[in-house]
């Protein structure tokens, strides 16, 4: 397996992840909006998005980070808002490869961390604590909806 950092030219293959990812959290399956979706990610360079790939060049699995920043420490920070492991690699590593990949990319770019936000069902809250992510105590997030 090895994890690169996506381009358009992988948009074929993040696009069904992404779809599958999507109908993970129950949205309809929709391959041109998630083509369409994730094109306008890489034209306009508002995301980063590390892709798994087996020896075949066939996807396992991606995250996708958007920028943003602390005005408090004044430091870039990262949202890991996607995280996907097809459910044929589920159990190999591979989601474990690309959060490692984002911790790197981070460190590279000098930002203060890694945030994300999960379902409080979600079984993947084992894999972030068992890489070092920290639930947070201290603080609530809140939503609106528009």
């Known amino acids: 397996m090895k994890i690169i950092k996506a381009t358009s030219e992988h ?8 779809d ?13 909006a998630a083509k369409n979706f994730l094109r306008e990610r890489f034209k306009k360079e508002d995301s980063i998005i ?3 790939l087996n020896e075949h060049g066939k996807g396992l699995g991606f995250t996708q980070l958007y920028p943003s920043f602390s005005s408090v420490s004044m430091q870039r920070v ?10 044929t690699a589920r159990g190999l590593g591979v989601g474990a490869a690309i959060m490692e990949r984002a911790k790197q990319f981070t460190k590279e770019q000098g930002a203060k961390g890694l945030t ?5 069902d979600n079984p993947a809250q084992k894999l972030y604590e068992r ?3 920290e639930k947070d105590t201290d603080v609530f997030h809140y939503t609106w909806k528009a």
């Open 50 to 52: 590390f892709l798994a």
């Open 131 to 133: 890489l070092g992510w």
């Open 116 to 120: 994300l936000e999960t379902a409080t």
């Open 78 to 87: 990262y949202i890991l808002n996607d995280l996907y492991v097809d459910p």
């Open 11 to 18: 948009l074929d293959i993040l696009t069904t992840l992404f």
């Open 20 to 32: 599958g990812y999507r109908v993970f959290y129950k949205q309809d399956s929709d391959l041109k």
